[in-house]
C-alpha cells in the first residue's frame, strides 16, 4: 500500500522556536491533510490542503501542498507548550486516509 | 454534538480473554474506521464501513480480529483470544460523505488496551 515518508520523527524545541516538519509520497495525491494528536487523546484535524502550491494558515500553523503533489510540510511559528503531541499527515484518494508515522514534538519551557 | 464515543477507555485483560471494544459515531456520518495505534507501527487502518456495511478488512491483522456495525449509531471490534502483542491504543473514527470536500474524520478518545 501506499507509504508516507514523514520527517523528523521526533523534536525537542524551546518555548518560541518555529517549528517545521514534512511528508513525503512516491505517488500523486489530491489532498493532504495534518492532524494533531493531543497525549491521550485521538488526532484533531488541523489543516486540509486541495490544491497543488496552496499555502494555508491556522493561526500559528501554516501547511502547504507542494506544487509535486507528492509532498507537503507543516510549520509552527512562535511554539508554546501546548503545541506538544504528535503531529501526522495524511493523504486521501478514493481510498480511506493513509497516515504518516508522525512528528512528536516536546516543547521545552 | 458529543463526537466519537468509545469504551471502555481502558481494559486490561489476560491473554485468552475475549475483548470487546465499542464505538458510536457522530449522528450523520456514514462511514465508520477502526484503527490501531503503537510506537512500532503508528496509526493502522484495520476495518471501514460505509452504510454499516464492512467495506475494507485487509488491515485486520488475524481471524482473532472481527468487526460489526449493527447499525448506523453503533460498532464493536472483538478481539478473541487476545494476545499480549494486541496491546494498543485502538481509535474509532467517522466521517460524513465521500470526495475531496469530505475527507475529514473525527476520531474517538481511544481505548488504551493492556493484554497481560
Redesign the interface.
Known sequence: GQQLNQSPQSMFIQEGEDVSMNCTSSSIFNTWLWYKQDPGEGPVLLIALYKAGELTSNGRLTAQFGITRKDSFLNISASIPSDVGIYFCAISGNTPLVFGKGTRLSVIA | DAG?IQSPRHEVTEMGQEVTLRCKPISGHDYL?WYRQTMMR??E?LI?FNNNVPI?DSGMPEDRFSAKMPNASFSTLKIQPSEPRDSAVY?C?SKKG?G?SY???F????TRLTVL
Open positions: 466519537v474506521f503508528g496509526l487502518l471501514y475494507d481509535f473514527a465521500a475531496d475527507n475529514e474524520q476520531f474517538g478518545p481511544g
